[in-house]
């Protein structure tokens, strides 16, 4: 069982921590106080902790099971998908046509009538369990083909590439009924709360770091537990660990449909936040950025992939405002760098000696191929 | 005897003259009888007359006049007249001429003949044209000069099409007999085209026999035309298919030899395809003369080029990574983010214009199918690029030591193989091969620092497919998704197409997850 320790409760902590501290930031000082948190500060942060929960969600297959997906960004988006839904439901009659189940887009389309796949999401409650079951059932799916045909390493995170390349394709046709190129957009509010709102913002990036904990907590106890002795097996000797008698596809699938749903909740808290969410989120550079963040914190701790998140996307937010030219060189340069000299990130950097429960196994030692 | 046959001729004559007597005929145009005239003009033409052609341009051009006894005057660009007959000049002003003028049966007449009268031209080319022009406005009055024309015909492609014009009046007209009409519709049937379907389903109350020959031959028709749609799909897709090869191969050896993943490989095409435009650049601004050659200079430049930014690459950092493939593939993936800026900062992030040799630009004619020569010239580009690594890795010391370092890199650098310069020297090969790949993409696609990126993922599904380590695989791999990927197409749409392309190799991989062609023995365990 998990022992309550420092490094368990320390990150959840700081991030619900931080939150709170912003949002007391922006609702306490005046506008004027140089104290004062502006808004869409508020909504970054809320922006950069859905990208960790993704993170998170990542860290847990490629760091501890050692599957390197490289479509993870497709559960994340599909979870944005299923809660954009929800939103584009709740604008109701206020939006440019008018109809009041109709989104504007299908009125623009023609078309008369809500697909059956839209039902239901005129509720919470309904589109919030969807942003969980849909990642999770096509995990479930594709994993349990893949995993029982025993396709890994590059294999496992090319088709990983192709699917998510697959769902971009898709999601980009007019007549998938999501919104086409433009995706899901225009907002008017969530049960309720207006987004513009201030209030609203500020709930949701509470919502967003409490996620972000409970998914960190839910995460350490899967790989404090016996299973998450398994897992690491598997990673560091899959072959060995089945001659051992276990069933290493049962475990990699249990895992991999867990990391989809924790991705699935990250783009439903992602999506109230941005105002939109479009195919392009489906884009295998998004997958393959995710990864960096997790490797530059440091795979396989959980709380690297959480800092890699926040400071790779600070990072991004910096450069493509200020340096819009440099920013790829240092993407790229960062994971050129990482590789080479940072294989085990940023968090393990600062450790003298890597502690116990932080890093269980040493970084992957690959065979050659 | 002599005396007798001259005779005997001397009797026959004027019976022959009478059949179509053209004083007869020429006396119509100067009656104003419309329906005289027509008939004359059919008759003339009919008979082949030597001046029907002349009567017959006059009369479009509005140049033919009659004098007061009859007898045909044309008047030429400076307002003299000529006689029509004996082509003498005629003094004649205004008031003693007379315009012969038509009305719409004279017109249809006139150029009915016209047609009929270019099918006895000298010229093969026009002869042709002129039966390809009465199939197509299958007019029952040509129906005649048709019939003779054939007759007469030496050049049988010329023949055939003059006996699908005459078919195709044949059908139309409604006096002719029933087994004329079969027969006719035989052979347009044997014609094959859209447009002989579309005569076929537009004869005029067909008898119920000829009304089945004539659907059995628009279905059969029809069959003939998916064949070629089926044929042109497949030139499609080896199209497709061999710029995937192309793009893929070099994918293949590196992977295959040294079991990385080079996720900057589409960034070697890309390049390939600047130095094409780099190249074009410079031979447009000092040597015009050259730029047929552009291409095939193009060739060897991109080889070097992108291999030496792939050898530097190797040594640079992919040596440090060996035994890490998943680090392997997220450290060339940056460094493609690195070249793609790179070339971004450098060329602009716009499209930039690659120009086509003309040599290279056309098409082919082949049957049903126009067969681009652009497309021709990549699908054997990709064949001679693929038999030349066969080769090399077949017959050369490189290719042994390469296979040697696939199979057991332990075993081969325990037999004196140095494999670290084995490894540089195939990524380079890789690289340089990704880059020939990028000079034939640059006159198909656009020129910009995406390039690559629009193929890496469809590369990576091809050696997935195909296997790893075998080129064979590759090759089958890259051919068969092309062709696979132009056939769902016109059910699915080009989007729904690719989407199931990618789901059927993700099942496939299922099935097979060492691809097509999976290498045997120790090295198949990874």
């Known amino acids: 069982m998990m022992r309550v320790s420092f490094a368990t409760l320390a990150p959840p902590a700081l991030v619900l921590g931080c939150a709170v501290l912003l949002v007391l930031g922006n609702v306490v000082p005046a506008a004027s106080s140089p104290f004062h948190v502006p808004i869409f500060a508020v909504s970054l942060t809320g922006k950069y902790l859905a990208y960790a929960i993704l993170a998170l969600a990542l860290d847990l297959v490629w760091g501890y099971v050692g599957i390197l997906s490289l479509g993870h960004a497709a559960f994340f988006a599909l979870g944005s998908y299923a809660m954009g839904m929800y939103l584009m439901r709740e604008i109701g009659r206020r939006g440019v046509y008018g109809n009041a189940t109709l989104p504007d887009f299908m009125v623009f389309l023609n078309w008369t009538k809500l697909p059956w796949y839209w039902y239901g999401f005129d509720h919470f409650a309904f589109a919030t369990l969807m942003a969980l079951v849909v990642p999770g059932l096509l995990a479930l799916v594709f994993g349990f083909l893949a995993f029982r045909s025993r396709v890994s390493g590059v294999y496992l995170s090319i088709i990983t590439q192709a699917l998510t390349f697959a769902l971009l394709l898709a999601f980009f046709r007019n007549n998938m009924g999501f919104g086409g190129n433009n995706g899901l957009t225009d907002f008017k509010d969530i049960a309720g709360f207006p987004l513009q709102a201030d209030s609203t913002r500020n709930g949701l990036l509470l919502a967003t770091a409490l996620a972000l904990a409970l998914a960190f907590l839910l995460a350490r106890f899967v790989v404090l537990s016996r299973l998450g002795k398994i897992l690491i097996a598997v990673r560091d000797a899959e072959s060995r660990t089945r001659f051992l008698g276990y069933r290493p596809e049962s475990y990699k699938l249990f895992v991999f449909v867990l990391s989809a749903v924790i991705a699935g909740i990250g783009g439903a808290l992602y999506v109230p936040q941005v105002g939109i969410i479009n195919p392009s989120e489906f884009s295998p550079a998004n997958s393959i950025e995710a990864v960096i963040w997790v490797a530059v914190g440091g795979r396989g701790t959980l709380t690297g992939a959480i800092i890699g998140a926040v400071l790779v996307n600070l990072g991004k937010t910096y450069f493509t405002s200020a340096l819009p030219d440099f920013w790829l060189y240092a993407l790229g340069g960062l994971f050129i760098l990482t590789t080479l000299f940072l294989p085990r990130g940023l968090v393990r950097l600062f450790e003298a000696k890597p502690v116990a429960a932080l890093s269980e196994v040493p970084a992957t030692k690959a065979r050659a191929a | ?526």
Do not use: C
């Open chain 2, 1 to 526: 005897m002599r005396l007798v046959l001259f005779l005997i001729g001397l009797v026959l004559l004027p019976a022959f003259a009478r059949a179509g007597d053209p004083s007869n005929a020429y006396s119509a145009f100067a009656s104003g009888d419309y329906d005289a005239m027509a008939a004359a003009v059919t008759e003339l033409a009919a008979a082949a007359d030597p001046h029907a052609g002349a009567v017959i341009a006059a009369l479009q051009a509005g140049r033919l006049y009659a004098t007061e006894d009859g007898a045909l005057l044309i008047r030429g660009d400076d307002g003299n007249y000529t006689d029509l007959l004996s082509g003498k000049p005629v003094a004649a002003d205004e008031d003693t001429v007379k315009k012969i003028r038509m009305n719409n049966a004279v017109r249809r007449a006139v150029e009915a003949a016209e047609g009929g009268l270019q099918l006895f031209a000298a010229d093969p080319a026009t002869r042709r044209a002129a039966a390809e022009t009465l199939f197509k406005s299958h007019d029952t009055a040509a129906l005649s000069a048709l019939t003779r024309a054939r007759a007469k015909e030496r050049d049988p492609s010329v023949a055939e099409a003059m006996a699908e014009a005459e078919a195709a009046a044949i059908v139309m007209s409604p006096d002719a007999p029933e087994a004329a009409k079969l027969h006719a519709v035989a052979v347009i049937r044997a014609r094959g085209d859209l447009e002989a379907s579309a005569l076929l389903a537009s004869i005029p109350s067909p008898t119920p026999a000829v009304a089945a020959a004539a659907h059995n031959g628009i279905v059969a028709i029809q069959r003939v035309l998916q064949l070629w749609d089926v044929a042109e799909s497949v030139f499609y897709g080896l199209s497709l298919g061999s710029v995937l090869l192309l793009a893929a191969i070099g994918l293949a050896i590196t992977f295959g030899v040294m079991g990385v993943i080079n996720m900057a490989h589409g960034e070697m095409v890309m390049i390939g395809a600047y130095v094409t435009f780099v190249v074009q650049e410079i031979i447009r601004a000092h040597a015009p003369g050259l730029f047929g050659a552009s291409v095939v200079i193009a060739v060897p430049l991109a080889f070097i080029v992108a291999g030496a930014i792939g050898i530097a690459i190797e040594r640079g950092l992919i040596r440090f990574l060996y035994g890490r493939p998943l680090e392997t593939l997220l450290a060339t993936w940056g460094l493609s983010l690195v070249l793609q800026q790179a070339v971004r900062s450098i060329f602009g992030p716009t499209n930039r214009d690659v120009g086509t040799p003309s040599w290279m630009s056309g098409a082919l004619p082949l049957g049903g199918l126009t067969i681009t020569l652009n497309r021709l010239t990549i699908i054997l580009f990709a064949l001679a690029v693929f038999a030349a690594l066969m080769a090399l890795l077949r017959y050369t010391s490189l290719g042994l030591k390469m296979r040697a370092v696939t199979q057991n890199r332990a075993m081969a650098a325990a037999m004196g193989i140095r494999t670290p310069w084995i490894d540089a020297l195939t990524f380079g090969l890789g690289s340089g091969v990704a880059g020939m790949a990028g000079v034939a993409l640059s006159q198909i696609d656009n020129v910009s620092p995406n390039l690559g990126q629009g193929y890496i993922i469809d590369s990576f599904m091809v050696v997935v497919f195909g296997g790893v380590g075998n080129l064979w695989g590759t090759a089958l791999g890259a051919l068969l998704l092309g062709i696979v990927n132009k056939f769902l197409e016109p059910f699915a749409g080009a989007v729904l197409g690719k989407i199931a392309v990618l789901v059927l190799v993700i099942l496939f991989i299922q099935r097979r997850p060492r691809g097509l062609f999976p290498l045997k023995g120790r090295a198949a365990e990874a």
